[in-house]
């Protein structure tokens, strides 16, 4: 079958999804793949990028059930969801302004990613989908993430990476009175705060050399056109970066 981005909609058609793992529905309610190609039987109608995030985990660590996953600022729907309730040892990280860091909030952990309060080598897999845009030092949360990263570890993450664009753009940054920015604001969805979470970077292929730079993982980007698991459109990209054993 081949999908265009031109055609009528709603459509559909069967595949299997990667987060119900069952033979489900797709549909397509516009040409916006990203996020109008919806299963239609996930719990939130999961969209690619979920997908695509969760055939990697299922693919690199199929016992993901019963490893320790830290993820930051997980959303209420699809794998979040699929985490919170089928891993044994999940744990999930939101950054509260109002909560110090290290403290729980409603069963969740206030953390920063620059500058976490966890232990050396507590967890198996890190997930993030969609925050490394809004990280304002990528070098430190990735220092961080590798830190609390056992020998052998994974951090899976997604984040929109322009497909014509090497070099990344920084759109924000800290100075001395507060946040500069370097283009207009924008902002995303942010599951616990309705201002929104504001887009601190444009990423383009060289975030593989950014974090390889940051820390000693070695890295991946894997890009999906997958029909049978509806994982189609653009910013589909999972990043998985993998903390050498010793």
């Not at 891993?87 to 409603?106: E, H, M, T, W």
Request: hydrophobic letters at 35%; glycine letters at 6%.
């Amino acid at each position: 079958m081949v999908m265009s981005e031109n055609q009528t909609y709603p459509r559909e058609w069967k595949g299997y999804c990667p987060v119900c793992e069952a033979d489900v529905t797709f549909r397509a309610y516009g040409d916006w793949y990203r996020d109008q190609l919806l299963c239609l039987s996930c719990e939130g109608h999961s969209i690619p990028r979920e997908r695509s995030l969760m055939a990697v985990l299922s693919s690199e660590r199929p016992n993901w059930r019963n490893l320790a996953i830290h993820e930051s600022s997980p959303s209420p729907r699809a794998v979040s969801a699929k985490l919170a309730r089928e891993c044994r040892n999940y744990l999930a990280s939101q950054l509260f302004s109002d909560v110090p860091l290290g403290d729980i909030k409603d069963g969740v952990h206030c953390q920063d990613l620059e500058r976490q309060t966890f232990p050396d080598g507590c967890f198996d897999v890190v997930i993030s989908q969609d925050v490394m845009e809004h990280v304002f030092d990528l070098t430190a949360a990735h220092r961080e993430i590798w830190r609390t990263l056992m020998p052998g570890g994974l951090h899976i993450f997604t984040t929109p990476v322009a497909g014509n664009m090497y070099r990344s753009s920084k759109r924000a940054e800290r100075d001395g009175s507060g946040i500069k920015h370097l283009f207009p604001p924008d902002y995303h969805g942010n599951p616990i705060d309705e201002s929104g979470s504001l887009v601190t970077y444009i990423f383009g292929y060289d975030i593989v050399d950014t974090i390889a730079d940051a820390a000693p993982f070695d890295v991946e980007l894997r890009r999906y056109n997958d029909v049978t698991r509806g994982i189609l459109g653009m910013f589909t990209d999972v990043i998985i970066c993998r903390k050498r054993l010793p």
